[in-house]
């Protein structure tokens, strides 16, 4: 008689079924108990990988943020193309999974390889004329920003996201203007403040004023 064993645990298997888990239930369904069940072992079983639910999603927000491409500039690339082609790899990242950016921003460390990686972007910035405080700070700014994005991104219904034409109308009876009120316009030549334009509007701003930051020279760029 032939018996089937379970594949061996392991920290990569548990994580990826945590992040399969993700989609499945949401942030506040995945529990480790329920991780275990789905792979057919009881909770004592995960400890020897993950011993609390806080050290599971660790891992998956690494993995979110890893799955994002990290690494330098492409040979050629300026810093502008490298940042908004890594800010809009990391939105990608994060929107592939239900409750991605909760996720990510639970997470309390990232692994030694995420963390050797982000180093090597400081440093390829620090040879772009970066200080590396300006560095860490720009590549900061621009992580928070596409972050706070998505978290808004998740939170609302897809079909609330385009404003559709009940809404722009109950907006209509309550500003002054009626439909010619400034906020109007502005939704219906702009789109939702969560469209594609949106986001690309302020990650423009974002390196625009790393630009400027930069060209002001590096006492522009010491520490406050």
Not at 51 to 66: F, N, P, S, V, Y
Not at 108 to 131: I, K, W
Request: glycine letters at 8%; one cysteine or more; hydrophobic letters at 45%.
């Amino acid at each position: 008689m032939h018996t089937h064993k379970r594949p061996r645990l392991t920290r990569p298997m548990l994580i990826e079924t945590g992040l399969r888990l993700l989609d499945e239930v949401g942030l506040e369904g995945l529990t480790v108990r329920r991780l275990a069940a789905e792979l057919g072992v009881r909770s004592p079983a995960l400890y020897w990988h993950v011993r609390t639910k806080q050290e599971l999603l660790d891992g998956m927000a690494d993995a979110i943020i890893r799955s994002a491409g990290m690494g330098p500039p492409r040979d050629g690339e300026s810093w502008q193309d490298w940042l908004a082609r890594r800010a809009r790899a990391y939105r990608a990242a994060l929107l592939a999974h239900r409750d991605g950016a909760r996720v990510v921003v639970s997470a309390r460390q990232l692994s030694p390889e995420a963390t050797r990686m982000f180093n090597d972007e400081l440093a390829a910035m620090v040879g772009c004329g970066f200080t590396p405080v300006l560095a860490l700070r720009t590549i900061t700014a621009v992580s928070h920003y596409v972050t706070g994005f998505v978290l808004q991104e998740q939170s609302v219904p897809g079909e609330q996201a385009e404003a559709p034409q009940d809404r722009l109308a109950a907006l209509a009876a309550l500003l002054e203007g009626g439909a010619s009120a400034p906020l109007l316009l502005a939704i219906r030549e702009g789109g939702s403040p969560l469209a594609e334009a949106a986001f690309d509007h302020g990650l423009r701003t974002l390196l625009d004023g790393t630009a400027a930051a930069l060209a002001r020279g590096p006492s522009d760029q010491a520490p406050t």
